[in-house]
């Protein structure tokens, strides 16, 4: 039989393409190639850079299509009606601009804006959206003791989260954001929360949550963002954050929602670092309960709190402020671990 012949070019030919299609198998396998020309010391970090990539672009859980969703604004009604919607979700995504230390309407808040907590303008899954929000007010809230309005619940976040003064009711600001709440909630069932509104929750810790372990925590998945200090990254002129500050003078105060841990950690666990999400997080459990101890050990804003919860046995496990009807102190019910808190309350409803 004879022997098949090749010359030089063709033996280079068949020589490139098996070296294309070696290379090309190695990057599919997930840029093993990059990795060879790595140091070895640096090796965990490429391939932790690696898995969190990957995880991120799984897709969503079957969960994701039960999870409420905005109305597209696309269904916006037309005139007047509209454009007040319209002038709401401004004032939810850039509130600062018009209502911050600068601000071109008013200047009563700390410089945050209300979506530095509630995501995507309040409309992120499990990013403290407002999906039900129209749903559920009025209702009476036991921190105050009496029946809130929606145009009140925004402005206990005005006078605690953006650490300000409340707007006036009858505003041409206060109806537009009302307005835009009623809008993205329109949907919803009355005296229905649909499922991915507010926060996750997360299972308590068997131990305190750290400010120490937080603090390390703190240092290497948040500092790029909210710098070393917490003061957060303002953008070129000053009107508004790029990244919120976390604590000091304009971040909130400690009357905000976020100053409770619970709040806090879940927060962090379905949202941060920037890119998580509730179905691909970046952080343990106990990754996220550390790091709201840490941040919310610092120094910030002081609120009188002294007519909240008219009721103290109504007080939320988590609200570092006492008195208290269970007989566990300030500490304990700031950091935990709040499993013995939960029974002694429980044991106490049994007995009553």
Known sequence: MNQPSFNPKQIISLLNLLIV?????LVA??????????KPGKLAAVAATVTTTNKAIQPASPRASTLWEAPLESSLPAGSEGEAIRYGKELIAHTSLYLGPKGTVAQISNGLNCQNCHLQ????PFGNNYGGVASTYPQVRPRSGRETSIASRVNG???????????????????AIVAYIKWLGQDVEKGKKPEGAGLVTLAYLDEPASPAAGKLLY??????????NGAGLANGDGTEYVYPPLWGAHSYNQGAGLYRLSKFAGYIKANMPFGATYD????????AWHIAAYVNSLPRPSKDLSKDWPDISKKPIDHPFGPYA?????EHHKYGPFKPIEEKRRAQAVSN
């Open 219 to 228: 240092e290497q998945k948040c500092v790029v963002c909210h710098m070393e």
């Open 326 to 330: 269970d007989g566990f102190g300030e």
């Open 121 to 124: 303008a309040g409309t992120k």
């Open 280 to 287: 691909s997080p970046q952080l343990s459990d106990e990754e």
């Open 21 to 25: 299609a070696v290379l090309l198998l």
């Open 157 to 175: 976040c005005f006078e605690r989260s953006l650490n300000g003064r409340p707007l006036k009711e009858d505003s041409k600001e206060m109806q």
């Open 29 to 38: 396998s997930g840029g093993l190639i990059a990795s060879l020309m790595i």
